[in-house]
C-alpha cells in the first residue's frame, strides 16, 4: 500500500516531520510518500495563505493521481479537504478530521490544541460537524516556526496546556503539522490520550484503501469531466477534464 503524505506548505522541516510521524504510525508493508508544494506559504497562518495553499496542494496532489492508494493532508487546518477528495481517484484524508473523528471513540469530548488563533479551529470542527463533542479548542502564543526552532520548549508549553485541558476534555488532538510526532513522545507523561493528525490520518487511509470503496459516480463528490482551465499545472488540468 502507498500513502502519499502531502504538505501544504512549502517548509520542508515540517514535510519531514509528518513523513516520520507517518511511518511511525504505518502498518508493516505501508509505504509512505511525502511531497512539497513547489510554490505557496513558507506555513499556513491566515486566512489568505490557507486559499494560496489550497491550489498548490491540489496541483502537488494531481502529479500523484493513480500512484497511490490513499493520500493525508499534512496540514491542520484541512486546507482544500472537500476539493481533493473530488478531484482524487483514491481516499483523501485531513489530519485534524482524522484525530477528532478519532478521539469521538475515546471518549464523551475532545479538546483541540494548536499553535496561533483558535477562531479557525473552531470553525473546522464545525465544519466537520463536531462541535457538540469538542469541550474546548485551545490556542497556545506559539508559532510553527518557533515550535521547530525549540521542539523542548514547545513541548512542554504543549502538555501543560493539554494537563490543564483534561478539566473539560477526554483526549486531546494535537492540531499542527508542526507539532507531527509530538504527541508520542508526551504520551507517557499525559494524564489523558493525546492524538497526533498524522497517526490518525494514516490509520484510517490503510483502512479506507482496503476497504476499497468505489470513487462516487453521482453528486457532489463525483470527479469532474470536461472541465476548462487556463494556467493550471498539465496533472491538475487533467483531472478537471477527467482525463
Not at 511511525?24 to 489568505?48: D, N, Q
Not at 469541550?135 to 512542554?156: C, E, H, R, S
Amino acid at each position: 500500500m502507498r500513502i502519499l503524505v502531502a504538505n501544504a506548505n512549502t517548509t520542508q522541516a515540517i514535510t519531514a516531520a509528518c513523513v516520520a510521524a507517518a511511518q511511525a504510525a504505518a502498518a508493516p508493508g505501508t509505504e509512505i510518500i511525502g511531497a512539497t508544494p513547489a510554490f505557496g506559504p513558507a506555513v499556513i497562518s491566515t486566512r489568505a495563505e490557507n486559499a494560496i495553499a489550497a491550489h498548490a496542494l491540489l496541483a502537488t496532489l494531481a502529479e500523484y493521481a493513480g500512484t497511490i492508494d490513499a493520500a493525508v493532508l499534512a496540514v491542520s487546518h484541512d486546507t482544500a479537504l472537500e476539493a481533493a477528495r473530488q478531484l482524487m481517484p483514491c481516499p483523501v484524508i485531513g489530519m485534524t478530521e482524522a484525530a477528532c473523528l478519532t478521539a469521538c471513540l475515546v471518549g464523551g469530548q475532545f479538546g483541540v490544541l494548536t499553535l496561533g488563533q483558535a477562531g479557525p479551529y473552531e470553525e473546522l470542527v464545525a465544519r466537520h460537524g463536531l462541535t457538540a463533542r469538542c469541550g474546548q479548542v485551545l490556542g497556545l502564543p506559539l508559532t510553527p516556526q518557533q515550535a521547530i526552532a525549540n521542539p523542548d520548549g514547545a513541548a512542554g508549553q504543549v502538555l501543560a496546556a493539554a494537563e490543564a485541558m483534561a478539566a473539560r476534555c477526554d483526549s486531546v488532538v494535537l492540531a499542527g503539522a508542526a507539532l507531527a510526532g509530538m504527541a508520542a513522545a508526551l504520551q507517557p507523561r499525559a494524564a489523558l490520550p493525546l492524538l497526533d493528525g498524522i497517526a490518525c490520518a494514516v490509520k484510517l487511509a490503510e483502512a479506507l484503501a482496503a476497504l476499497r470503496l468505489p470513487k462516487p459516480r453521482s453528486g457532489s463528490y463525483a470527479a469532474p469531466e470536461g472541465r476548462a482551465a487556463l494556467g493550471l499545472s498539465p496533472a491538475l488540468a487533467a483531472l478537471l477534464r477527467g482525463a
